[in-house]
């Protein structure tokens, strides 16, 4: 009932931008927090930056903070993850993620496990 599918990795140069994009199909992903992960090969899933279904609230990673933003168009049931600054230390598999079994919700989860909604995975590869 609920998918999600990201799109807009690839490779830069460090210093660079990419701008990750997510889509939703289905009909709760306006009232659902939504959030980007990040996965490296023989690492945990880490959370990178979220936001609440109104965009309201956003949250990021320390990581990430300054560089990244996170924004959403409900209209289009769409998720945004701009990233400037790119550094090397960025490179993996990004991944979209949605709380759609808490609808509403007003804080932005950064547990991996509040998140029961997975896009495929898109790779950013950022050299030096």
């Known amino acids: 009932q609920e998918r999600l599918e990201e799109s807009g990795g690839g490779l830069v140069q460090a210093g660079g931008s990419l701008r990750l994009s997510c889509v939703g199909h289905?009909?709760?992903?306006?009232?659902?927090?939504m959030g980007w992960f990040r996965q490296a090969p023989g690492k945990e899933r880490e959370f990178v930056a979220g936001i609440i279904w109104s965009g309201l609230e956003t949250n990021y990673a320390d990581s990430v903070k300054g560089r990244f933003t996170i924004s959403r168009d409900n209209s289009r049931n769409l998720l945004f993850l701009q990233m400037n600054s790119l550094k090397p230390e960025d490179t993996t598999v990004y991944y979209c993620?949605?709380?759609?079994?808490?609808?509403?919700?007003?804080?932005?989860?950064?547990?991996?496990?509040?998140?029961?909604?997975w896009g495929q995975g898109t790779q950013v590869t950022v050299s030096s």
């Open positions: 993620a949605g709380d759609m079994d808490l609808p509403h919700r007003d804080s932005v989860p950064r547990s991996k496990f509040a998140y029961h909604y």
């Open positions: 289905g009909p709760t992903f306006s009232r659902s927090a």
